[in-house]
């Protein structure tokens, strides 16, 4: 059975992270209906991380509406833990939205916000982040 992009854009950022700084775990949606992916533990602080995979719209002009890539419990459980994350040291949800350009993995690792902005295809393009790029911003946020 292949692999779906996603598991292949979250395996090319996870190849980047190192084992003895970071713990990573991705979560059963089939036991944790509408939680973020992937939990990463690092010396510091926790992280919750929700991969999407997105084949790049062609005209510049289209927008990406980031709400839309999340179920209706995806949406109520990043909203809660903002919630909570706001009044603490915490680090709140972030999103990493991957396509594939020139056979590589690249994506924007965001903050997750209950209102977050759309961009248009050619902003996306503008700010794409290598897999290690991604990658070092979660060791940074944990560490």
Partial sequence: MSQKPENKFMGAVHKQLPDDAIYKMKI???????????????????????????????????????????????????????ERTAASDRVPPHLAIGCREKGRYFGLFLQYTPDMTPINTKTFRDNLLSAKEIADRILSLVS
């Avoid at 089939?30 to 790049?56: I, M, P, Q, W």
């Fill in 28 to 82: 059963t949606p089939v036991f944790n209906s509408g939680k973020f992916d992937t939990f990463y533990e690092g010396h510091a602080r926790d992280l919750f991380v929700e991969y999407k995979f997105l084949e790049l719209p062609k005209r510049y002009e289209t927008m990406i509406h980031f709400d839309k890539m999340l179920s209706p419990n995806q949406l109520e459980w990043g909203n809660r833990r903002v």
